[in-house]
């Protein structure tokens, strides 16, 4: 830790931070700098084109931006489609999507097998991998331990920068069947570095997917139920893509244009996800429902949670960020399709386990909040519940550790991060590099004497 001399430096020297690194909003609009890479309606800058995923949230109807239900698609297919398709044959669907993003087709039963056979096959880390690597150096945050992990591959990996496209697929399925192992051992010393609890290192089973897998290490005993497991998959075919301009995504895109290799750029995604405006969205949902319930006798009342989000809104109460969380979405409008999902299965979940009242916080706080912003702010747009309003809530059903919500999502996205890899290297052939406005203006050199 710095000592005390060392901390008041550093205080100094920050207090000229905001006359030099801070940008009035008004010169943004004034060079028709396009803040966050989105227009003036909210809508993305156009930046690429891609053949991987879609997400479809409005419409454009004569230059206006017009509400439509949200629907997301996987190379041309309609995500409630597919788990539709799958969930009625019983089967699971993550390998399945990960072929699909991958390849840009369904496969064939022939290819399915022969591809979870070589998923299978990569499962294991490599030798001494998780001594030397996880153990050897734990970490509090499960996703910077994925990031340095992923990193740590090249050294075990005879053709780390061979940019083909076979030697970046073969990258890319080992990372998709090693996330899994790696979240759940970093999660293992983590708990028993720092919350004092006993360490259970179980190696994964060849015979398992990544859903399976991905329970069995989590559990002290290994134990899981194939619904649980079910229910896994389906979350994780719903976080495997969401188009080009996601920020992970365009991370790994923006460093697969540099030539880099699969390591630094995967690693670089994990890093963009980590964020709380990002993938760690759902732990702030928790984290606001938690505070509600210590603020009220009742946390089951309707009108207490009502006062609470127009305080939260009013930034008097929860974070002070002024957000309500798992609530609104830049693309989505009258619905997001992963939303739908979850909160259908979080119902059932929810009935079976007892904890109805527990459900209908949240289903509340996605009915409550269009309400309170049109009452409030006087904004009567579409709010839609997103993704990360109910996804925390089943994980925390299926006693799966907080610590571990957003690196599942990890586990998930790298599907979707490895197919715009591939596109990526295979088509652009151009590095990506936005123009930024310079607004200093020349300075002579001053000797250092003369410096005050």
Not at 308 to 328: C, F, N, T
Request: net charge negative.
């Amino acid at each position: 830790m710095p000592n005390s001399k060392f901390r008041e430096y550093i205080d100094t020297v920050c207090a000229s931070l905001p006359e030099y690194s801070a940008i009035d909003s008004s010169d943004y609009i004034r060079y028709g700098v396009k803040r966050g890479l989105r227009n003036a309606d909210g809508t993305g800058v156009m930046a690429g084109v891609t053949k991987i995923g879609d997400v479809h949230g409005y419409e454009m109807v004569d230059g206006v931006r017009v509400p439509a239900k949200g629907r997301l698609f996987y190379r041309g297919y309609d995500v409630e489609h597919l788990i539709d398709g799958f969930s009625k044959d019983g089967r699971y669907g993550f390998e399945e999507t990960a072929y699909l993003l991958l390849f840009g087709k369904l496969p064939s039963k022939d290819d399915l097998e022969q591809f979870l056979l070589l998923l299978n096959d990569s499962r294991e880390l490599p030798r001494y991998f998780t001594e030397d690597m996880i153990i050897k150096a734990p970490s509090r945050d499960i996703m910077n331990k994925l990031a340095r992990s992923v990193l740590a591959m090249y050294s075990y990996d005879d053709t780390p920068d061979d940019l083909s496209p076979s030697n970046i697929v073969r990258q890319s399925l080992e990372l998709i069947a090693r996330f899994p192992i790696i979240v759940a051992h970093a999660y293992q010393v983590k708990r028993h570095e720092y919350d004092n609890k006993s360490m259970h290192i179980h190696n994964p089973k060849t015979t398992l997917n990544s859903a399976q897998n991905l329970l069995r290490l989590l559990r002290s005993d290994k134990a899981f139920t194939e619904e649980e497991a079910h229910l896994v998959d389906i979350c994780l075919v719903l976080h495997a893509e969401h188009g080009g301009g996601n920020n992970s995504a365009f991370t790994c895109r923006t460093l697969s244009s540099a030539g880099t290799d699969t390591y630094s750029a995967i690693s670089a995604a994990v890093g963009s996800l980590k964020g709380f405006r990002h993938g760690g969205a759902n732990l702030k949902v928790l984290d606001m429902v938690d505070r509600f319930k210590a603020s009220v006798d009742n946390p089951y009342d309707e009108n207490a949670l009502k006062d609470y989000l127009v305080k939260v809104l009013r930034k008097e109460a929860g974070d002070g960020s002024g957000l309500i969380y798992g609530m609104g979405h830049a693309i989505y409008t009258l619905s997001d399709p992963r939303a739908q999902i979850l909160r259908k299965n979080a119902e059932a979940l929810a009935e079976k386990k007892g904890l109805w009242d527990e459900f209908n916080i949240y289903r509340n706080i996605e009915r409550m909040t269009p309400e309170i912003f049109a009452e409030i702010k006087g904004d009567t747009k579409p709010i839609c519940a997103n993704v990360d309003l109910y996804s925390g809530f089943v994980y925390q059903m299926l006693g799966i550790p907080s610590e571990v919500y957003t690196p599942i999502f990890a586990i998930s996205r790298i599907v979707g991060w490895s197919a715009h890899r591939i596109e990526e290297v295979l088509t652009q052939n151009r590095i990506i590099r936005p123009a930024y406005k310079s607004l200093f203006s020349e300075n002579e050199y001053i000797p250092l004497e003369e410096r005050v």
